[in-house]
């Protein structure tokens, strides 16, 4: 049972290009969270998306970033224009739901590290 | 969800146990306290969880005071492997299901 799958796992862009970061979420988990983790400091949530919807995402900074999760594929994280400030660690994770268990763990991902030039 | 304080840092001699405090004075009946760590910047990854009562598992134990104010994860004899940043979270169900991370305690093992 192969676990969350990140790709690319290392993706250098220079500014004003676009990044686009992929997360295959363990078989079964309807749901996917994505992190971003700036050098030195915690993850920060940004955004909650199950299957064709966004649940929050009261993370995400409100300009050039954006997600989805469609019916078939990954999600898939996109950063337009990209400047140096969005270079960071970026971590999907994915659980099966919310209902029906007493916790709800989430499985992350080994992270997609985005270097902007 | 309730904030968490935790120390910075922490030492511990390989093969001993390690007792990482947290501290969350302001949680909600409803939330669960949480322990993940990251080692080495991969991807963090779930060690425990309870409510109420003390809690173990292959990993680790979860002792959490009778008032739910604070708490202490214990690994019961620290490896080099063991050396990581160990994120204490609260959370409640239904709420999101986000965690909030905050700066954790960076955990080092020592020969």
């Known amino acids: 049972n192969a676990g969350v799958m990140q790709n690319p796992r290392h993706l250098v862009r220079r500014r004003g290009q676009e990044a686009r970061l992929r997360c295959s979420p363990m078989k079964g988990h309807s749901h996917v969270y994505w992190y971003r983790q700036l050098p030195e400091e915690g993850l920060k949530f940004m955004v909650y998306l199950q299957k064709e919807n966004i649940i929050d995402e009261s993370g995400m900074p409100k300009e050039r970033f954006s997600a989805e999760f469609p019916k078939e594929g990954p999600s898939i994280l996109r950063i337009q224009q990209v400047v140096r400030g969005d270079s960071a660690a970026y971590f999907c994770?994915?659980?099966?739901?919310?209902?029906?268990?007493?916790?709800?763990?989430?499985?992350f991902g080994p992270g997609t590290r985005l270097t902007v030039l | 969800d309730a904030k968490t304080t935790q120390p910075t840092s922490m030492d511990c001699a390989e093969g001993r146990a390690a007792n990482l405090p947290c501290n969350h004075s302001?949680?909600?009946?409803?939330?669960?306290v949480y322990w993940y760590r990251q080692i080495h910047s991969q991807g963090p990854q779930y060690i425990i969880h309870?409510?109420?009562n003390n809690e173990t598992n292959e990993m680790a134990s979860l002792i959490i005071t009778e008032d739910r104010k604070s708490s202490t994860l214990i690994l019961p004899h620290a490896t080099l492997r063991d050396t990581a940043v160990y994120y204490c979270i609260v959370r409640a169900l239904n709420t999101g299901n986000q965690f909030y991370f905050g700066t954790g305690t960076s955990l080092t093992v020592i020969p």
């Open positions: 994770a994915s659980s099966p739901g919310t209902s029906g268990s007493s916790y709800n763990e989430q499985f």
């Open positions: 302001t949680i909600s009946g409803n939330e669960y």
């Open positions: 309870g409510l109420k």
